[in-house]
Each structure stands twice: as structure tokens, then as C-alpha cells.
């Protein structure tokens, strides 16, 4: 588990804001996985205020989908 803190005052800080920050890149399911281990977490708005801490999982990397090329002719 790894703790983020939210520690910006004055910006509009979500929770979806602060994957992206660290991950740089869409980590699906994640926000919700959030949600569920930090009761209570929705109750403080859209926007965390300052000072607001909550536990995030450590995601595990997904192997890369292979597709089927895709035949014009």
C-alpha cells in the first residue's frame, strides 16, 4: 500500500487527478479499488481538501493485449 497525501493548496485535487500524476498513464479500476479501501473518502467531495491522506494499491502490470491485425484487402 502506498500512502498519498494531499499536500496543494489552492488546486482542485481529486482522486483521479493523483493517478494520473503518479502513474502517467489511464490505470482502470484503480480509482474504485480507492474507494473501497478508504471508506469515508467519497464523503469529502469531489475535491480532497488539504491535509487529506488515504492508502492506494500497488497496482500490478497487466500484460499487453495482443490484437489481430487488421486486414484492408
Known amino acids: ?3 498519498e497525501p494531499v499536500t496543494v493548496e489552492g488546486e ?9 500524476r503518479r502513474f502517467k498513464r ?7 479499488q480507492i474507494h473501497d479501501i ?3 473518502l ?10 487529506t491522506s ?5 497496482p500490478t502490470p497487466r500484460e499487453p493485449a495482443i490484437l489481430e491485425p487488421i486486414k484492408l484487402w
Do not use: K, R
Open 54 to 58: 488515504f492508502d492506494m494499491p500497488v
Open 38 to 40: 478508504n471508506p469515508g
Open 26 to 32: 489511464p490505470m482502470h479500476g484503480l480509482v474504485e
Open 12 to 20: 482542485f485535487i481529486t482522486v483521479s487527478l493523483i493517478v494520473w
Open 1 to 3: 500500500m502506498i500512502v
Open 42 to 51: 467519497a464523503d469529502l467531495g469531489a475535491f480532497l481538501p488539504v491535509g
